[in-house]
């Protein structure tokens, strides 16, 4: 009996990507990535993550999902969010670059609700957190208050433009989404954004270990659920991440949006963001969330953020954006064996 020919037996097994989009409850192009590269740091004041995107993308993030098979749809015009910066951009209250995040964030919901009319992944690249205000206005414009997110952070990123000590927007998206804060006035920048568009109960935190004090007031008073690096320690990851379906997808039938800020992982995995903090998810730990939630066949977008290749030596660089792209493909799909 002649040998298997290597070649045949490839050709032979499915893809990542045709696994994925058989798996998939609500994807009807499932097998395409929708990509969008958001280049963008008004949020926060640290230079560098917006060129967090571009590393990942020379680090051959596309390569890399096209060699698991998927079609890759890379949204347009990214050197737009940098030249829209407006000329002159004075604080609200206490908030910094208040138009500039807003703009950002606007532009970012129509391009990821682009992605999920058209049936695809959607996989956003930033760029700092603020910009998930916009992927998920994106998102819930076509899947709606059944929508499901999973928010893996360090931090709560929940504070109002009322509580917030740095008026750094980065820290405020969730605050817009959930309608925990009203537009002030029709001139307000961000009165595009549909307040609630995202139900409480359909919110949990995965990581969580640098919450302000008024954030957890609002997450007690709201009743939002929030898994800690003390809960992760308590249980494990697999019964944390169970858990947290559980609470806002019980049956696994309802579209999840993830949102992953490399801070969730701590400092010896992912050195290289703006705000570290000791005590986080080991390298297996975080890559176990994306594989876990890739398993339900619910996920249909998916935002990886914080990456700034500006901060440390050319090794963390290296490391944080290997470890971004791989948290990326083992959302998509990717398999151990």
């Not at 051959?60 to 000329?87: R, W």
């Not at 969730?174 to 006035?185: D, E, F, N, P, R």
Request: net charge negative; glycine share 10%; charged share 20%.
């Amino acid at each position: 009996m002649s040998p298997h020919n290597n070649t045949d037996i490839a050709a032979s097994v499915p893809s990542d990507a045709q696994l994925m989009a058989e798996r998939s409850k609500f994807l009807k192009n499932g097998a395409t990535a929708g990509v969008t590269c958001v280049p963008f740091s008004g949020g926060q004041p640290k230079g560098g993550v917006d060129d967090g995107p571009v590393e990942m993308v020379r680090f051959g993030i596309l390569d890399q999902l096209q060699g698991m098979g998927y079609a890759v749809e890379l949204s347009a015009g990214m050197d737009k969010y940098k030249t829209m910066k407006p000329a002159q951009d004075p604080p609200i209250g206490v908030l910094k670059n208040p138009r500039y995040v807003a703009m950002a964030a606007r532009r970012v919901s129509e391009q990821v609700r682009e992605h999920c009319e058209a049936g695809r992944m959607a996989v956003t690249l930033g760029g700092d957190h603020s910009i998930a205000m916009g992927t998920l206005v994106g998102s819930t414009a076509v899947y709606g208050d059944d929508l499901c997110v999973v928010w893996v952070d360090a931090h709560a990123d929940i504070n109002t433009p009322s509580t917030t000590t740095s008026g750094n927007l980065h820290g405020c998206p969730l605050a817009y989404i959930l309608g925990l804060c009203q537009a002030s006035t029709p001139s307000d920048p961000f009165a595009w954004v549909p307040r609630g568009c995202v139900r409480k109960d359909r919110l949990v935190y995965i990581g969580l270990r640098d919450v302000d004090p008024a954030e957890k007031l609002i997450l007690r008073q709201h009743g939002i659920k929030a898994f800690s690096m003390h809960d992760v320690d308590k249980h494990g990851i697999g019964r944390v991440v169970e858990m947290a379906l559980d609470h806002v997808n019980r049956d696994r039938s309802l579209p999840v949006h993830m949102s992953f800020d490399v801070d969730a992982l701590d400092p010896s995995v992912a050195p290289a963001t703006g705000t570290p903090v000791r005590g986080g998810l080991t390298f297996r730990e975080g890559h176990y969330i994306c594989e876990a939630v890739a398993e339900t066949g619910c996920l249909v977008a998916l935002d990886l953020v914080e990456v700034n290749p500006a901060l440390g030596d050319p090794e963390s660089l290296r490391q944080t954006v290997a470890v971004g792209c791989s948290l990326v493909r083992c959302s998509l799909g990717e398999r151990l064996l």
